[in-house]
């Protein structure tokens, strides 16, 4: 107790600045501890909660199996024949169209994907030519649609023993209101309540297909081609790829050389960049919107719809263009390198966007340019709504312009912004316009790393050079998922950490 006291007057005793380092290493120094937090406190809860689900299932069936009647047991191998008997139309015919869906999709083509799906396939494509002089095309498996059908069938069959269970337990729940004399719910009812009390389902319905077909099932995908050779030496229809699996994440993680090349020691170098490149991009852009804000709200400041105007236009020029024309300018014979010699200011071209050091400086320094307006905007709203009390507070307590800006701007900024700020860090980490359209990623790296990587390359760039110029789909498929933990487990811990979580109530 005696410690914590002593510690809280320590802190009290401290500047402004030692106070912002302290909070800024404290924020990191407890992440490891969130980590820890997440290994023994989340995933156990997480797997309690499966087992209880389970626990849940089993012993709806099991009362069904044993205490349900003639009705409720045929609901097992019929779908909808309990509601049907029950004269509950629109539950049965649900119910029912969807087991006979199923029984067609596997009868058809779903029994023969999900039967290959363990080899990929064993014929392969071959040429031959026939009595006339023709070379004659015979088709063989194709392990691209074997993998994505057979995917899509085990996903069908989880779904199915879904809606049998939810059968069954209908069926049952229908039974147990029969028995106690209860008012069973008629079509018109179910419409009703779909319409009423469970309008959120039938809102949420058509996103969540939606997401679930482009978002959840892509990334399925793409987690089990990170398990196979599928590259252009193993291109479908032509050829055949098979499943390798952990050979992908032990090229990528392991620092071992393939050829000469390294991926781990090019994807260890990268992720840094990466991280480094989306912590200044982000935090850069944003003190400095918030600063630019500031000035031009500041009382006495003329023409300040003039200033806003001028910066809101900077954001209506396509950003591609912007960053196409400053890659012209800043190259060794662009427009900026021959003032500067012609005035006799440098001798030589300044590499700008050939020198490595130089250039990850270089797009730091035109992201600033192209993102300050952004921030502004966003700014300009939030500052105007913080009280003017607050200011007036602050100066009759003696605090000046810098303090009240760590004091009282800062913070309410911080809180009200903390999800645009995550959203802009996971968008930098995925910056792949202003790098690939600024450098391209070059200048090259030197021997021993992929030979595709670039200095300023980040991840999603390397990842496209990896899609469109080796055509490894396995390795970029392990680099996705590794992309994807991260930004994942970075937006999680943040938003855990932030003001707008930890003391949500300060600011209600």
Same mark, same amino acid.
């Given at each position: ?201 039938? $809102? @949420? ?9 482009? +978002?959840?099932?892509?990334? !399925?995908?793409? %987690?089990? *081609? &990170? ?42 170098? $990268? @992720? ?9 991009? +982000?935090?850069?852009?944003? !003190?400095?919107? %918030?600063? *630019? &804000? ?215």
């Amino acid at each position: 107790m005696t410690q914590t006291v002593v510690s809280e007057l320590d802190y009290l005793k401290m500047t402004a600045w030692q106070k912002f380092c302290y909070k800024f290493v404290s924020f990191f120094k407890g992440i490891p501890l969130l980590f820890l937090n997440f290994f023994k406190v989340t995933i156990p809860n997480a797997a309690k909660k499966v087992g209880l689900g389970f626990k849940n299932f089993g012993l709806t069936i099991y009362s069904a199996a044993r205490y349900g009647d003639w009705k409720t047991r045929m609901s097992f191998l019929v779908f909808g024949f309990s509601q049907f008997a029950r004269k509950q139309w629109l539950r049965g015919l649900l119910f029912l169209a969807i087991e006979v869906v199923f029984i067609l999709y596997m009868s058809l083509f779903g029994w023969q994907y999900l039967g290959m799906l363990g080899t990929l396939g064993t014929k392969e494509t071959y040429y031959y030519e026939n009595a006339m002089g023709f070379e004659v095309r015979v088709a063989g498996d194709n392990s691209l649609l074997i993998l994505l059908y057979g995917l899509l069938t085990i996903i069908f069959i989880l779904a199915i023993v879904y809606a049998w269970y939810h059968s069954i337990k209908s069926a049952y729940n229908t039974q147990q209101y029969e028995e106690a004399r209860q008012r069973l719910a008629t079509a018109k009812d179910d419409v009703k309540s779909f319409a009423d009390e469970q309008y959120h389902k039938t $809102l @949420l319905a058509v996103p969540l297909l939606g997401l679930t077909v482009f +978002t959840i099932l892509p990334i !399925i995908f793409m %987690i089990f *081609v &990170a398990f196979t050779n599928y590259d252009k030496a193993h291109y479908p229809d032509e050829k055949l790829f098979t499943w390798i699996g952990f050979d992908n994440f032990s090229s990528v993680l392991g620092g071992g050389l393939s050829n000469g090349v390294s991926f781990g020691l090019t994807f260890g170098k $990268l @992720l840094l960049w990466t991280v480094v490149w989306a912590f200044f991009a +982000t935090f850069t852009n944003y !003190i400095l919107g %918030i600063i *630019v &804000a500031l000035l031009i709200n500041k009382k006495g400041i003329r023409l300040k719809k003039l200033w806003r105007t001028v910066l809101v236009m900077t954001i209506a020029v396509p950003q591609f263009i912007s960053l196409l024309l400053m890659s012209q300018m800043l190259s060794d014979t662009g427009v900026i390198n021959n003032i500067l010699q012609s005035w006799h200011i440098t001798n030589k071209a300044i590499p700008f966007l050939s020198n490595g050091k130089l250039a990850k400086v270089t797009v730091i320094l035109v992201n600033i340019w192209v993102g300050i307006p952004y921030t502004m905007l966003i700014s300009t709203g939030i500052l105007m709504n913080i009280p003017e009390d607050l200011y007036e507070s602050a100066r009759i307590d003696g605090a000046g312009p810098v303090k009240a800006f760590f004091k009282i701007t800062l913070p309410y900024m911080l809180h009200v912004t903390a999800p645009y700020l995550i959203t802009q860090f996971i968008g930098n980490l995925n910056n792949f316009n202003i790098i690939y359209l600024l450098t391209g990623g070059n200048p090259s790296l030197p021997m021993g790393y992929a030979p595709t990587a670039g200095e300023t390359d980040l991840l999603i760039t390397w990842l496209y050079k990896i899609i469109f110029q080796e055509q490894s789909y396995g390795l970029a498929s392990v680099i996705s998922i590794l992309m994807f933990v991260l930004t994942a487990v970075v937006s999680l811990i943040v938003y855990n950490r932030s003001s707008a979580v930890k003391n949500e109530e300060d600011f209600m």
